[in-house]
């Protein structure tokens, strides 16, 4: 039994699990996502390197990855506390920040976030995609990243004594790569450590969840306290969701308020709209599953936030969970996955 047994670890330091409420677990407060900009169609140069207004947000909701000013939420700090504030007053208690190495985590800014706001807040371990490791982090053995790992939760990450919370969201690429693959054992070392919540962002293919489990599983790591994000771009099919969720990992929807026509990074994709998404939710709860969902928005983009006509981080309170009442799932199931499941999720074995 370590001092972190039975506790939830914020940024703030460990609390109950019963204080941490409605939770959405898989959000970002700063960050930067230049890692991933794509270049616009050549007739939308002049439109991608305008400044975000009113006339160019449709065009931002269907290109957010082609501005590079779109992908600098570490610039809307203060948007952002205003966002937070809104999702207190909407029944908000928690958010899992989701920025990892890579991707400009900034736990001295979570910390000030939480104090300014009062919303739970749970930073994350580890490492984001590929593309973003460093060439130091690529040589590293699954030891030293096990060792990192262990220390950005037990003592502190990035040079601060601000400890995470959660190992995640590790970055996964399709196919994966060597580095990758190594950081996923680092992970599950780490998780058999210290009997802490994971969460991954797996390759945009529906067998890569499948392929991560079974990494992670032959590294030891417990699929039972691990989140698979971002499923709403990934595997379409009920019959590959089924069999997925038979491996017995959390099933995280969490693009909810992102539609857009053509899916960028893979345009085989058709991207979900929210009524498909909380259909697809319906249908996991009938099939038995109304304990392993999690949902969210991922805000990562400056798009997102309210400030520039998007969702933000209380869409879901606000609209969705109506539609989910009406859509079949009872209140009982609805706080299942927005209180219950994320708390068994974030409390340390
Ligand atoms: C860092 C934010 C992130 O990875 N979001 C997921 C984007 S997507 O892969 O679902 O397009």
Same mark, same amino acid.
């Given at each position: 039994m370590s001092a972190l047994s039975g506790k939830v670890q914020t940024v703030l330091g460990l609390i109950e699990p019963d204080q941490l409420g409605r939770t959405m677990t898989h959000e970002h407060l700063s960050m930067t996502f230049e890692c991933c900009y794509s270049p616009p169609a050549p007739g939308d140069k002049t439109v991608s390197q305008d400044h975000i207004q009113m006339k160019n947000l449709f065009w931002l909701k269907q290109?957010?990855?082609?501005?590079?000013?779109?992908?600098?939420?570490?610039?809307?700090?203060?948007?952002?506390?205003?966002?937070?504030?809104?999702?207190?007053?909407?029944?908000?208690?928690?958010?899992?920040?989701?920025?990892?190495?890579?991707?400009?985590?900034?736990?001295?800014?979570?910390?000030?976030?939480?104090?300014?706001?009062?919303?739970?807040?749970?930073?994350?371990?580890?490492?984001?995609?590929?593309?973003?490791?460093?060439?130091?982090?690529?040589?590293?053995?699954?030891?030293?990243?096990?060792?990192?790992?262990v220390s950005e939760v037990l003592h502190g990450a990035d040079g601060t004594e601000i400890r995470c919370g959660v190992i995640g969201e590790i970055g996964c690429s399709w196919p994966i790569t060597e580095s990758e693959k190594k950081v996923l054992q680092a992970t599950a070392h780490a998780q058999t450590e210290l009997g802490c919540p994971v969460i991954i962002h797996p390759g945009r293919n529906p067998r890569a969840p499948t392929e991560i489990v079974r990494i992670l599983e032959e590294a030891g790591g417990d699929i039972s306290k691990t989140v698979m994000s971002h499923l709403d771009r990934?595997?379409?099919?009920?019959?590959?969701?089924?069999?997925?969720?038979?491996?017995?990992?959390?099933?995280?929807?969490?693009?909810?308020?992102?539609?857009?026509? $053509?899916? =960028?990074?893979?345009?085989?994709?058709?991207?979900?709209?929210?009524? !498909?998404?909380? *259909?697809? #939710?319906?249908?996991?709860?009938?099939?038995?599953?109304?304990?392993?969902?999690?949902?969210?928005?991922?805000?990562?983009?400056?798009?997102?936030?309210?400030?520039?006509?998007?969702?933000?981080?209380?869409?879901?309170?606000? $609209?969705? =969970?109506?539609?989910?009442?009406?859509?079949?799932?009872?209140?009982? !199931?609805?706080? *299942?996955? #927005?209180?219950?499941?994320?708390?068994?999720?974030?409390?340390?074995?």
């Open positions: 290109n957010p990855y082609s501005s590079h000013e779109n992908l600098l939420l570490v610039q809307e700090t203060d948007a952002v506390r205003e966002e937070l504030h809104e999702y207190r007053k909407a029944g908000g208690g928690t958010i899992v920040e989701n920025t990892t190495q890579g991707i400009a985590r900034d736990l001295p800014c979570l910390k000030q976030l939480a104090k300014d706001t009062g919303v739970h807040i749970i930073g994350g371990a580890g490492y984001y995609v590929d593309a973003t490791h460093t060439e130091a982090t690529r040589k590293m053995t699954v030891e030293k990243l096990t060792d990192i790992i990934t595997i379409f099919d009920n019959g590959e969701l089924l069999e997925f969720a038979n491996l017995g990992s959390y099933l995280e929807y969490d693009l909810f308020g992102t539609e857009m026509l $053509n899916y =960028v990074y893979n345009l085989e994709v058709d991207m979900p709209s929210d009524s !498909q998404r909380v *259909k697809t #939710l319906a249908f996991l709860v009938q099939e038995g599953y109304e304990d392993n969902i999690v949902i969210a928005h991922d805000v990562h983009t400056k798009n997102r936030l309210t400030k520039y006509g998007g969702h933000g981080y209380s869409h879901i309170l606000k $609209n969705i =969970v109506p539609k989910m009442l009406s859509r079949g799932i009872n209140q009982t !199931q609805v706080d *299942k996955i #927005l209180i219950d499941n994320p708390k068994r999720w974030l409390t340390f074995k």
